[in-house]
Structure formats: structure tokens, C-alpha cells
């Protein structure tokens, strides 16, 4: 959707797009994601809103079929997003994207750490799915992260975890 802006979505200009995907999505075989970002800066309530029209849009279509994501700004704290979450009756996993450029002890533990946000969706009954690339991290970081994948899927509190 080149060229549409939060604006845009939020006012309900593209729901006949959203909707379009919609019902692609009912079609495929396994249950597909629908992974919503909006970008960062974006302010809160607009973002809430636009992601909110947008996974309407796509609900109405597709049913449950589709597994809606919210994607948790990069860099924040559940604290400091909680006015852009679009609401748990939408939100089916919150997906968390490691930044490889952030120390790892930061990236498990503290303010806007894999374990405060998967506390926090728990909070929520929702589980999360961690995003994460290979440019720039170490073997040390993969066995780390991996450990820490292994321990929350014990506890029920990942969904899933791409690697890019």
C-alpha cells in the first residue's frame, strides 16, 4: 500500500485493501500471520487506531483464520507502549524484533527486555513471537538466545521465532 500513511489507514481510506487481504488470507491452506507495524514516531493514539481499523479490516474477512501481530515499537518498554496496544479482543501474539545492536544482557533482563515484555503479554494472556537477525550476532548471542527461546517455550510464553 505505497504511498498510504497511518493517517490514511486510521481514517478508514484503505479498508477495501485491508479487506481484500483479508480474504486472500481465508483461502491459504495453513493459518497465515499478519504481522502489523506502524512506524516509529507515530503518535500513539493514531498508531492504536490505524493498527485497530487495520485488523478489523482483515477480521472481518478472514475470520480467525489469520493470526494478527502487534509489532512492539523497537526500543521501547511495555510501559511506554501501552498507549499505542491496540487491545488484547485484537491482538492474537505481540511480536518482539531483538535489536543486534543492543548489548544482550539488555535485550533479556530490564526495562524493555524480551523478559519484561513477555511478562507483560502474559499479563495480557497473550504470547510472544521474537524476530531476529543473524547480521551482527555473535555465536555466543545465537546459544544465548536460544537458551532464552528454550526456557520461555517451556513456560508457554512463545508463539514463534523467525530468523532473518
Same mark, same amino acid.
Given at each position: ?14 479498508? *477495501?485493501?485491508?479487506?481484500? !487481504?483479508?480474504?486472500? !488470507? ?13 512506524? #516509529? ?13 487495520? *485488523? ?11 493470526? $494478527? /501481530?502487534?509489532?512492539?515499537?523497537? +526500543?521501547?518498554?511495555? /510501559? ?8 488484547? /479482543? =485484537?491482538?492474537?501474539? $505481540? +511480536? ?13 533482563? +530490564?526495562?524493555?527486555? =524480551?523478559? #519484561? ?16 537477525? !543473524?547480521?551482527?550476532?555473535?555465536? *555466543?548471542?545465537?546459544?544465548? !538466545?536460544?537458551?532464552? =527461546? ?10 514463534? /521465532?523467525?530468523? *532473518?
Amino acid at each position: 500500500m505505497g504511498g498510504t500513511t497511518v493517517a490514511d489507514v486510521a481514517a478508514g481510506r484503505v479498508d *477495501a485493501q485491508w479487506q481484500t !487481504l483479508g480474504r486472500t !488470507l481465508s483461502t491459504m491452506p495453513r493459518r497465515p500471520v499478519v504481522r502489523l507495524a506502524v512506524p #516509529a514516531g507515530t503518535d500513539p493514539a493514531q498508531a492504536r487506531a490505524a493498527w485497530r481499523r487495520a *485488523a478489523t479490516a482483515v477480521r472481518q474477512t478472514a475470520g480467525t483464520k489469520a493470526v $494478527i /501481530e502487534w509489532a512492539a515499537p523497537v +526500543g521501547t518498554t511495555p /510501559e511506554t507502549a501501552a498507549a499505542s496496544y491496540p487491545g488484547d /479482543e =485484537l491482538v492474537d501474539v $505481540i +511480536g518482539l524484533t531483538v535489536d543486534p545492536k543492543r548489548p544482550w544482557a539488555s535485550q533479556v533482563t +530490564g526495562p524493555g527486555s =524480551l523478559t #519484561a515484555w513477555t511478562t507483560w503479554a502474559a499479563q495480557h494472556s497473550r504470547r510472544v513471537a521474537v524476530h531476529w537477525t !543473524l547480521d551482527g550476532t555473535t555465536p *555466543a548471542e545465537v546459544s544465548q !538466545l536460544r537458551s532464552w =527461546l528454550n526456557l520461555s517455550t517451556t513456560k508457554k510464553r512463545v508463539a514463534y /521465532e523467525t530468523t *532473518a
